[in-house]
Each structure stands twice: as structure tokens, then as C-alpha cells.
């Protein structure tokens, strides 16, 4: 976190100098473990087995925030009796099929949770998640209204608490040891300082990034820290929750209004082709009946209108048969391996360097080529815009130049410093940025490039009666525009965040999404952000110093929903509507309203003795003691039953890549339920001595990704000017490696070259081998923030990383893989095909 979120760690030194206590756990000694308290080392791709064993460590030495648990978690639902664990089945859960290795997720349900779902909705779930991977899930966990049976004394032996208390029984502190290589001593200090950290009167926060995300169970590593934060009652909680470190300045925004293919605005899913869907179906089967989500008719009509103005209209179905559909995974990965195939003919990169930052780069460089067209918008030339006339095939005489027929189109881009706008940080927080310079030469914003864009196509299609161009023709497109001192009519962004807002039948700027309508009177681009414009006020855009603030600072910036600070703060009230304690009191029931600093999570008036009619549906349904109020059953699940495709609870599985075999399933090495790509342009390293050392990619402080914005910096590149290796001395003598000279890390896919650093915080652990014995692990730090374009230049990392993905999110494993590393530089040119031919030849490997 002090390496690559340095202004937010400022808060974590803050917290320390008033003595809290810092761990870090990561593979590496950075500069984040030399000012935390405790740093627990541990081999990459293992956390699940080290969070397993404080699961376990909660649970056994009852550590646990009992209260919290029995009324705000699923600890009392009972599990179907169909459901068998890993510990039954060897390492699968119930329902794996191994031919096409997906989970039929049924036995997963509570136990009569599905009573009161119709069947169609249930067969079309199950329909969609076996055949399409469940690209339909949104947000807020799976829709389902039933009212599932209880054990609130938590004995029954299939009440969620029972069955996470048998999962997690073998993830002993002397298991924990054997997988991560986590001495029990350093096990036991951040077991202790944690559940001393939790409970009434103390919370514990946990930050994550990309250490945990990049994995083949990326979605279940947080699964796992979420069942601990909320057996500890740090959800809901100042000082509590699990803080999600963003990566662009607004990877957020990009999740909020995405980027995504499988969601709309709002976390609304994407519309499926292979279902026959109107409005009604569609929001039927999706928005559940309780909590928020029971409100989705209400955002999805506004959204239309936003977009369709008014060609939507009731009749019409407000223009929903507009939307696109999905017919399947179109995540970046299958896109670019259907361009592979020359089955996509145009390719938008904004903001983004695939050729470099992508996993498998040179899988990236092949689709790049069979396109038609690519458009790059951007600062530098980078190499995703360039690789067609020195790309890395084109040394190695694997691609000719006259052999692309990709037509280029670069166009350089406006940089954040020369456009207005809003940035949605790791806080759902909206902040505005002001354009401080214009835009030098033909820079342009990206809203002047898609407003330009979009009044082009609009005005070609303007007489066509082709049906499919009917979507255009029917967008709004009216933003204004402000011409500026350069002379460039330059969209408005402040009327676009207005239009995200929303407005009323009057045409006044919302509130907040409760007063969104179904009925097409209402307007309102993503329903999560509406109250940011509210009182025609850009919220956003507010900078009321803290010091003139009380502890939220509800005054600067805007965070969505609602401008609440805390998610499901409720829960910092006990069952009754009183503060957990008066230390931790954020949100309480005043006799006639919820009331507090933040934004009440929560109906306002809704008393804690509330018990909702039984056939009620949307906020009505909330119970006065249900804290988590985007779930169908308004608690935090320690269990999921519905939502994820690779297990309702997270199992260690070792990485698509390990140099082990899996100590607690031997039968399963990874992930079942992994997506894998193995193709002659996608090798996978097998285990085994040819590949033994383990490999985890990092950044710095000093660069920026990909690099396409540091690596043409000069100062930057003074600071850091080249790429490096780091090795511990042990892997240094065993490889015969010299400080400062060339080395290259090779496998099966390529070899990348940098300067070796031998360094004491490289530290080998000794790990179980499997068959009773132990074994010692060596790790090689990667950074990723070279290639071959700008004034510091290097090999880029993810030409050596293979595609490996998490099924839920379709995210790369670019933390832990297998690898060789060897003194001197890397063949080149053609020698380099040469040589990892004769590489993989040696693995036994098939050559390409
Ligand atoms: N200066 C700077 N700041 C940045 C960026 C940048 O490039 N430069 N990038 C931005 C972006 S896009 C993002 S997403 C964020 C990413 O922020 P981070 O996720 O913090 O960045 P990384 O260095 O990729 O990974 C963090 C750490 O994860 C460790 N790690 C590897 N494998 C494992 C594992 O299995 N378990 C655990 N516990 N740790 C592991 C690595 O050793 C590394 O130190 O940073 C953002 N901020
Ligand atoms: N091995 C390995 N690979 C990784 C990761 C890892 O940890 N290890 N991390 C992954 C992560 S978390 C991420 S986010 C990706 C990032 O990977 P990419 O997104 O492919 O790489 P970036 O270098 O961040 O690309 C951003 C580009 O946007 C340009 N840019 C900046 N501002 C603007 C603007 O306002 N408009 C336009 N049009 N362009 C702009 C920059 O010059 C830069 O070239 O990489 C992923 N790849
Ligand atoms: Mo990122």
C-alpha cells in the first residue's frame, strides 16, 4: 500500500502513530512491510489457506463477535441436504462436473430458500449459469425472496456456522505452516492482534489490491476475508470493513458505470440474447423481491430514458429491446483470442496498453494483427499502437510487417490535467477534477471524442431503415458544449454528471434514487450516483476542509449511494438500535429515526422491532434488525448460496502454475472451476524441476503500469531506469546470479531479462512437499512496468505470464507462476524461438 497507494497510506501511518497496530502480509518485503508493525511473508497464491486458518482460529477459540454473528450473519440458515463440502468430496463441492468443469450450483441453496421462487426463475438461473458462466449476476449477491429456515442457537448440524466449522477444521496453524510457509509463531501474533483488535469496543480494517485479486481464486480471497471481517463484527463499522485499494485514478467509476461487458450502470446485469425478455420478464428475474434490489424497475426505466429520452416510452417497453445482449463470455481475454481467429474486425483501446500490461502479451500482439482496424487513443506512443512495426514477433521475424493488415489509427489523447470531470476513488468517492491547461495540439478529451463520435454516426444513419441502426438514431446526444481558448467545443462534463444524476418529469435534477419511477416520468444515467447533482449542486465537487468537519466530512466530495460513508451502517447499532459501544457509534435508533453522522444504510424510519409483512417486497420487506440491506436476506454471508461458480465457501487451491501439489486436496491441484486457455500460443508450465522457482509481478512507486505515462518521464526514469529481478542471496548462489549483471526469467511462454538485485527481503520458505516432507520455496519479484517504447525501456513482464482465469471475474493470474531463472541476457531474435523451443521441448511440453 505505501508503494503503490502512497496517499492513502498516510491515513495507515496516522492510525499507526496512534497506536494501531499494522500488519502486512505479502510475499515481498516492500516498503510497506519496513514501517508495519508485523510482516508475514508467505508464498504467493496461499492466502486462502492462511485466512482459512484465522477462520478456523475464530471460530475454535470462540473468538468470534457472537451477538453480531447470530443477528446480522447467515450463521443460523440451514444448507439444503444436498450440499456436500470439499472435505467430503475430496476437494470439489457437490455439483462439479468434471467434463466441462463448472459447478451445478443447486445443492448450494438454504434449505427451502427456494420455496417461494417461482421455477422459471430458478430453471433460467440455473440455465444461464450452466451454459453462459453466470454472466448475469450484477451486484447485491443472487435475487431470491424466500425466508430460509433458522437455528439461531447455531447447533443444527447444517446451520451455516456448523458447516464453515468443519470447512475450515483442518486449517490448522501447522497446515497453515505447510502451505504458506508461515512460521505458527507469526501465525499466532496476527491471529491474536487481530481478535484482541475486534468486538464492541474495537475494529479492524483489512486493504487489499491486486495481490489478492490476480489469482485463479481472486473472487474467493475475498470471500474469505469477508467470512472473518464478519464472524469479527467489522462490517458495517467505523474503522471496520474491507477496503478495496482502487488502481487507475477511477477504476471504480469504471465498475459504477462500467467498462464491463457483462453489466449496465448501476450494477444492473446485461440483458441475455438467449433468453426471450421483455422489460418485465427481465427485471423479474432479476431484481428479487426484498431489500433494493425489489427496486430495480424503477432504475432500469430511468436509465432507458436517459439514454432514449423520448422514443422510450411504455409502449415500447422503454426501449429495452435497444440494448445490446449477451451471447456468452465476452470478457478481454475471449475477445482477443476471437481476434486471434479473425473474428473481430475493429478494436477501441482507450487508456489502456495491452501489447505491454496484459498477460500474455504476445497473445495480445496476435489479435492486434488479424484486426481490421485499431484505434489507440493516448499521451505516448505506446506499443499496443507501434507493435506492428517493432513489436517483439517482428525481431524475432515471427510477424512481417507486410504481413499485417491492420490499419492504425493513433490519436493522442487530453491527459486528466486538461479536462474537467470526476474521479470514484476505493471510498465510492466522487471527486471533481478542473481542467488546470488546454489541451495541447489535437490532444482531445475522451468526451470530446466520443461526443464527436457519436454526432458522426448519428448523422450517417440519420435516413437509414435498417431496424439495427434504430438504437442510434434514438440516443439522446444534445449534451452542450463549451468552446474554449484554443477554440475546441468542448462537451460539458458537469451536464453529463447531471444527466448520471438524473432528473425529475420536470426536468429538476434528483435527490436521490428513491424517487426514481417506474412509469417513465423520471430520467437518471446510473441510479447509484443519482443525489450527486442534487439540489443542482455538483457535489462532487465540493472541498470542504475536514478540520471544519465532523468525522465523516460529509462535505467533501461525494460517495455513492446517498453520500453514506459506511456500507450497511446499521450494523454499528446492536439488534435493539443501540451503539455497539459508545467509542464505535456511528448510526443509532433515536426512539423515532435512525440517526447519526453518516447516512442512515437503511429505511430511516423503519424502528429495530420491525417485522415486515409477509408478502411485502423492495425497502418495505427490510426487517428492523437486518442490517445488510442489498441482500434478499439482509445478512452478511459467511456461506454463499447463491452468486459464485466455484464454491460457496473459499478452499486453498494452489495456482494454475506451482512448483506443490495442493497439502489439503491433493486431488485438486487449482481451481476445478478455473478458466483455462491451453493453446500453442498459451503453454502452461508443468511442475516438475524445469520450472521450479516461483515468480509474482509487482509495481513501484516510481511507475505507472504498463508504463505508458512514466516510462517517457525522464525524471521518473532517473529514479527507476531499468528493469530488475529480485532474488534472495540463497537463489542468487544457487543460480550462480551476480548482483547488477544480466539474468533472465524464462518459461514457457518466453524470457524477459533485467538487472538481477540480490536482496535479504527476497526470503526462501520452507513449505510441505506434499508426501510428509517440506521443501523449500524460492520467489522471484517481476516488475511489470517496462517494454520496449519510451526513454527507460525493458522487457515486459507479461510475455513470460500465461491466461489463466478466475471464473467469477474472468481475472488474469499475474501473482504466482512457475518459472527458471538463469544468468546472462536473453537469446534474441530468432535465437529466442529457438531456444524456448528446446525449453519446453525439455519440460516434455509439445512444441508450438
Ligand atoms: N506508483 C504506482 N501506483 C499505482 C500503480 C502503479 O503502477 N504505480 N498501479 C495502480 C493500479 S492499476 C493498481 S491495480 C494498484 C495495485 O496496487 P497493489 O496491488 O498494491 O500493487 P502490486 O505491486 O501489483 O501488488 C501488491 C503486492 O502484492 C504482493 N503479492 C503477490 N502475490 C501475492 C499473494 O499471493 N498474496 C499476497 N498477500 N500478496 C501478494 C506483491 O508482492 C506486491 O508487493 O496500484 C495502483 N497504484
Ligand atoms: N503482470 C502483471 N500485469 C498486470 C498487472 C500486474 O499486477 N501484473 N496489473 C493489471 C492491472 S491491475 C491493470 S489496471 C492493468 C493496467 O494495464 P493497462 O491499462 O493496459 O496499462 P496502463 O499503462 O495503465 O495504460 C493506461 C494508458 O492510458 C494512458 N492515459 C492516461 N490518461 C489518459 C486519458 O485521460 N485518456 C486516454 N485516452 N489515455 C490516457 C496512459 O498513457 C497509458 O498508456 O494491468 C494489469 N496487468
Ligand atoms: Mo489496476
Known amino acids: 500500500m505505501a508503494e503503490a497507494h502512497p496517499v492513502g497510506f498516510q491515513w495507515v501511518m496516522e492510525a499507526k502513530r496512534r497506536g494501531a497496530t499494522v500488519i502486512h502480509v505479502d510475499p515481498r518485503f516492500t516498503r510497506t512491510s519496513a514501517v508495519a508493525d508485523v510482516h508475514v511473508p508467505l508464498r504467493a497464491g496461499t492466502d486462502i489457506a492462511f485466512l482459512g486458518g484465522l477462520i478456523r482460529h475464530v471460530l475454535e477459540t470462540g473468538a468470534y463477535f457472537e451477538e453480531y454473528v447470530k443477528a446480522y450473519t447467515n450463521a443460523p440458515m440451514l444448507v439444503s441436504e444436498e450440499f456436500r463440502d470439499t472435505e467430503d468430496l475430496d476437494g470439489v463441492f457437490s455439483g462439479f462436473d468434471p467434463a466441462t468443469g463448472t459447478y451445478d450450483v443447486h445443492s448450494w441453496q438454504y434449505e427451502d430458500a427456494d420455496v417461494e421462487a417461482s421455477a422459471g426463475l430458478r430453471d433460467e438461473r440455473a440455465m444461464v449459469q450452466e451454459h453462459e458462466h453466470a454472466e448475469i449476476s450484477g451486484s447485491g449477491g443472487a435475487p431470491f425472496s ?55 469496543e474495537r475494529t479492524s480494517a483489512f486493504a487489499y489490491a491486486v495481490g489478492w485479486t490476480h489469482h485463479t481464486v481472486g473472487v474467493q480471497y475475498i470471500r474469505a476475508a469477508s467470512i472473518l471481517q464478519s464472524l469479527l463484527g467489522n462490517i458495517g463499522r467505523p474503522g471496520g470493513g474491507i477496503l478495496a485499494l482502487r488502481g487507475h485514478a477511477s477504476i471504480q467509476g469504471s465498475t459504477d458505470i462500467p467498462t464491463l461487458y457483462d453489466m449496465l450502470p448501476g450494477y444492473i446485469p446485461m440483458p441475455h440474447a438467449h433468453r426471450e425478455q421483455d422489460l418485465t420478464t427481465f427485471i423479474e428475474s432479476n431484481s428479487g423481491d426484498k431489500g433494493y434490489w425489489g427496486h430495480m424497475d424503477t432504475y432500469l426505466v430511468s436509465l432507458l430514458k436517459a439514454w432514449f429520452g423520448d422514443a422510450a416510452t411504455a409502449d415500447n417497453g422503454f426501449c429495452f429491446d435497444h440494448l445490446p445482449r449477451l451471447t456468452g463470455d465476452h470478457s478481454s481475454f475471449r475477445t482477443v483470442m476471437a481476434q486471434a481467429r479473425g473474428e473481430v474486425p475493429g478494436y477501441f483501446v482507450m487508456g489502456e496498453n495491452p501489447a505491454v500490461g496484459t498477460a500474455n502479451a504476445k497473445q495480445q500482439r496476435l489479435g492486434l494483427a488479424k484486426l481490421e482496424w485499431l484505434v489507440v487513443r493516448d499521451l505516448n506512443m505506446i506499443e499496443t499502437a507501434t507493435f506492428w512495426k517493432d513489436g517483439p514477433e517482428i525481431e524475432t521475424g515471427e510477424m512481417r510487417t507486410e504481413d499485417i493488415g491492420t490499419e492504425v489509427f493513433f490519436l493522442p489523447a487530453a491527459n486528466h490535467t486538461e479536462k474537467d470531470g470526476t474521479f470514484t476513488n476505493t471510498q465510492r468517492l466522487l471527486q471533481w477534477h478542473h481542467k488546470a491547461v488546454e489541451p495541447p495540439g489535437d490532444c482531445r478529451s475522451e468526451l470530446w471524442f466520443y461526443h464527436q463520435l457519436g454526432l458522426r454516426l448519428k448523422e450517417r444513419l440519420a435516413g437509414s431503415t435498417d431496424p439495427r441502426d434504430r438504437p442510434l438514431q434514438d440516443l439522446t446526444w444534445n449534451y452542450p458544449v463549451e468552446v474554449g481558448p484554443t477554440g475546441i467545443a468542448e462537451p460539458s462534463a458537469d451536464a453529463v454528471l447531471r444527466e448520471i444524476n438524473g432528473t425529475d418529469a420536470d426536468g429538476r435534477a434528483l435527490s436521490s434514487y428513491l424517487d426514481m419511477k417506474a412509469d417513465g416520468s423520471t430520467a437518471g444515467g446510473c441510479w447509484i450516483y443519482t443525489g450527486v447533482y442534487a439540489e443542482e449542486v455538483n457535489r462532487a465537487a465540493r472541498r470542504r476542509p475536514g478540520r471544519e468537519q465532523d468525522l465523516v466530512a460529509a462535505e467533501w466530495g461525494w460517495a455513492w449511494p446517498m453520500n453514506r460513508r459506511v456500507l450497511y451502517n446499521r450494523a454499528s447499532a446492536d439488534p435493539d438500535g443501540k451503539p455497539w459501544s ?46 445488510f440491506v442489498m441482500q434478499g436476506d439482509g445478512r452478511a454471508w459467511l456461506y454463499a448460496p447463491a452468486g459464485l461458480l466455484d464454491g460457496p465457501m473459499p478452499a486453498h487451491y494452489e495456482p494454475q502454475e506451482s512448483p506443490v ?48 505515462m512514466s516510462r517517457w518521464t525522464p525524471h521518473l526514469n532517473e529514479l527507476f531506469p531499468q528493469m530488475f529481478l529480485e532474488v534472495s542471496p540463497e537463489l542468487a548462489a544457487e543460480r550462480g546470479l551476480v548482483d547488477n549483471d544480466w539474468a533472465h526469467v524464462v518459461t514457457a511462454r518466453s524470457a524477459v531479462e533485467g538487472r538481477v538485485m540480490i536482496t535479504e527481503r527476497a526470503k526462501p520458505l520452507r513449505v510441505g512437499d506434499g508426501s510428509g516432507g517440506t521443501t523449500v520455496i524460492h520467489q522471484i519479484g517481476v516488475p511489470w512496468h517496462w517494454g520496449p517504447n519510451g526513454l527507460s525501456t525493458g522487457d515486459a513482464a507479461n510475455e513470460i505470464l500465461s491466461v489463466a482465469l478466475d471464473p467469477n471475474v474472468h481475472i488474469m493470474e499475474t501473482k504466482a507462476a512457475t518459472c527458471d531463472i538463469r544468468p546472462g541476457r536473453r537469446p534474441r531474435g530468432p535465437d529466442l524461438v529457438a531456444y524456448l523451443a528446446d525449453r519446453r521441448r525439455a519440460a516434455g511440453l509439445e512444441d508450438q
Not at 677 to 684: Q, V
Open 146 to 200: 424466500a425466508t430460509p429456515t433458522r437455528d439461531d442457537t447455531l447447533q443444527h448440524p447444517r446451520c451455516v456456522f456448523q458447516v464453515l466449522r468443519r470447512h475450515y477444521a483442518r486449517y490448522t496453524p501447522e497446515m497453515v505452516e505447510q502451505v504458506c510457509g508461515i512460521s505458527p509463531e507469526n501465525f499466532r501474533a496476527v491471529a491474536d492482534a487481530l481478535t484482541r483488535n475486534s468486538g464492541r
Open 661 to 708: 501439489p495442493n497439502v489439503l486436496y491433493p486431488r485438486h491441484r487449482a481451481n476445478p472451476a478455473r478458466q483455462q486457455f491451453p493453446r500453442p500460443d498459451n503453454t502452461y508450465n508443468p511442475p516438475g524441476d524445469h520450472f521450479p522457482y516461483v515468480f509474482t509481478t509487482f509495481r513501484v512507486t516510481e511507475h505507472h503500469t504498463a508504463g505508458g
Open 582 to 627: 459508545e467509542r464505535k457509534k456511528l448510526l443509532w435508533w433515536d426512539g423515532e429515526r435512525w440517526t447519526g453522522p453518516d447516512v442512515p444504510d437503511f429505511p430511516v424510519s423503519t424502528p429495530p422491532d420491525h417485522v415486515p409483512a409477509e408478502h411485502s417486497r423492495g425497502a418495505e420487506s427490510i426487517a428492523g434488525n437486518e442490517p
